[in-house]
């Protein structure tokens, strides 16, 4: 595409680079790790079975932490949104993307974005958590998506 062409146009025809959003990886090791620390002096004087399948599985579960945050995202491309989240992709394209909703969650004092809903006009819905997601992220995905959708469609209940 010639720059005269790109220049003419609108913003929601541009193309764009795709987007992709996932939990970040520090917020599920500080899930994880405080567990091995409380764990470990117990478990390095013991030499109990049940103290090792303890240690056995906090170090599982920290080794797999990796691995689940690469199995969650939010992809943003030129042909619609996609959510990987328990095991399952769902993409709605842009044109069938009916409404956005992201919901807040109190936590004490503050309220922070906690759950991102996407629904299209063939009965589509789909649902992914933000409390992982760095608020950065946050904030250029909701930007993106507000963009990229029909005005109206996103809602923050913020």
Not at 96 to 99: C, G, K
């Given at each position: 595409m010639r720059e005269s062409e790109e220049g003419s146009l609108s913003p929601r025809e541009r193309l764009e680079p795709d987007l992709v959003v996932r939990p970040a990886l520090r917020f599920g090791l500080l899930l994880v790790v405080p567990g091995l620390l409380l764990v470990l002096p117990r478990v390095a004087f013991s030499h109990s079975l049940e103290g090792r399948?303890?240690?056995g599985g906090l170090t599982a579960a920290m080794l797999a932490v990796p691995l689940l945050t690469r199995l969650m995202q939010i992809r943003l491309d030129q042909e619609g949104v996609a959510v990987r989240f328990?095991?399952?992709t769902s993409r709605i394209p842009w044109t069938?993307?009916?409404?956005v909703s992201v919901t807040a969650r109190s936590t004490g004092?503050?309220?922070s974005a906690g759950l991102l809903v996407l629904e299209g006009n063939k009965g589509q819905r789909t649902e992914m958590?933000?409390?992982l997601v760095r608020l950065s992220d946050r904030?250029?995905?909701l930007s993106a998506l507000e963009q990229r959708t029909a005005p109206g469609t996103l809602r923050r209940d913020l």
């Open positions: 399948l303890l240690w328990r095991g399952r069938e993307l009916a409404s004092q503050s309220r958590p933000l409390l904030q250029r995905l």
